[in-house]
């Protein structure tokens, strides 16, 4: 995925098995919007539009000694640093905003 791409991507579905897939290496089923964790299916959770879900996905780069900051400036934005690379999400919503900068940093780290 490139920048656009990844800014173009809505609340929904998509930037959801997007983020299960990419961030947290789930094997998805998007038909059923379920995952497979431990060997049993489960609920795809909602990181695009839910902050509690969304914040799963902050917790996983702070468990991995990034440095993220999510403000509100007229629209939301979401930062990740790492020593060597950084990356910024923007969008209506915080857990957009989120979702955005999590992908971003992994399309950008390969």
Not at 45 to 74: N, P, T
């Amino acid at each position: 995925m490139n920048w656009e791409q990844v800014m173009g991507l809505e609340s929904g579905i998509e930037t959801d098995v997007l983020i299960a897939e990419m961030i947290f290496g789930l094997e998805v089923d998007a038909r059923f919007s379920i995952h497979l964790k431990d060997g049993v299916w489960e609920p795809l959770s909602k990181y695009s539009s839910d902050i509690s879900a969304a914040w799963l996905v902050v917790q996983h780069f702070v468990q991995r000694d990034c440095e993220v900051d999510v403000r509100y400036s007229g629209e939301w934005e979401c930062s990740i640093d790492t020593p060597s690379i950084s990356s910024t999400g923007s969008g209506n919503a915080a857990p957009t905003a989120i979702c955005r900068a999590a992908l971003l940093i992994t399309t950008i780290r390969g």
